[in-house]
């Protein structure tokens, strides 16, 4: 099962999903698509009851999605990957940090992976820095919790392999968050593979047909060699 972690986090999957649901579908896995506490469209005790869940709570949630899974039969103990884009790549890097050897694999797209360096940037003056004091429950950027759960601070827990996919011209995420974190990896000698789509922005596949080929191409191969599905 691939485990399909949304960006924002002021975001919502809608039924009937999206063409990678359908092609993770049609390689033979099942997916789930959570949404998370804080995501829209649940009303307003849903969405505040993303406060301050960030630097824990949250990534138990992935995994208590996970366990849910595998007790309703959707899914077998130890063979979920992760996927997500943005701040959902974020989630997914932080939530196989906090959780070692709960999950089989990890893909983030355009992700977050210096948590100081990121936030320290959104929150100047403006919209995202009203958002994040409520997202984080802080007035103050709480820089010192930021970072001990950054991605790059906790490359020696990042035991699953990852496989980061990064547009060089991404605005909102900078590659450099993607970079920094592979070259910590391989430095470490953890499992971490890096595609670079040279030209693209924070949506990473956008409209391009041929992106969208060669990234799910990419994805196809990461997981049949980390998760292979089982034929019965």
Not at 2 to 26: A, E, Q, Y
């Amino acid at each position: 099962m691939v485990l399909m972690l949304h960006g924002g986090p002021w975001d919502r999957d809608r039924w009937p999903g999206s063409w990678l649901d359908r092609f993770l579908g049609s390689r033979g896995y099942a997916v789930l698509r959570l949404n998370y506490r804080g995501s829209i469209g649940y009303g307003r005790d849903f969405l505040e009851a993303g406060r301050g869940v960030l630097f824990g709570r949250l990534q138990q949630d992935v995994l208590d999605a996970a366990r849910w899974a595998v007790a309703e039969g959707h899914a077998a103990e130890g063979r979920v990957a992760l996927l997500g884009a943005s701040f959902g790549g974020f989630l997914v890097l932080t939530t196989l940090a906090r959780h070692p050897g709960a999950f089989r694999a990890g893909v983030a797209v355009n992700t977050i992976a210096d948590a100081v360096a990121f936030w320290e940037r959104d929150w100047q003056p403006g919209r995202h820095r009203v958002v994040w004091r409520e997202f984080l429950a802080s007035r103050d950027m709480p820089e010192a919790a930021l970072a001990r759960i950054s991605p790059v601070n906790n490359v020696r827990k990042l035991d699953s392999p990852v496989l980061l996919l990064v547009g060089t011209r991404d605005r909102r995420v900078p590659a450099e968050h993607s970079f920094e974190l592979f070259d910590l990896l391989r430095a470490a000698g953890k499992p971490a593979e890096l595609v670079e789509y040279r030209g693209r922005g924070h949506d990473l596949f956008g409209r391009s047909r041929d992106i969208r080929e060669h990234a799910t191409g990419v994805l196809a191969d990461f997981l049949a060699r980390r998760l292979p599905v089982e034929r019965r």
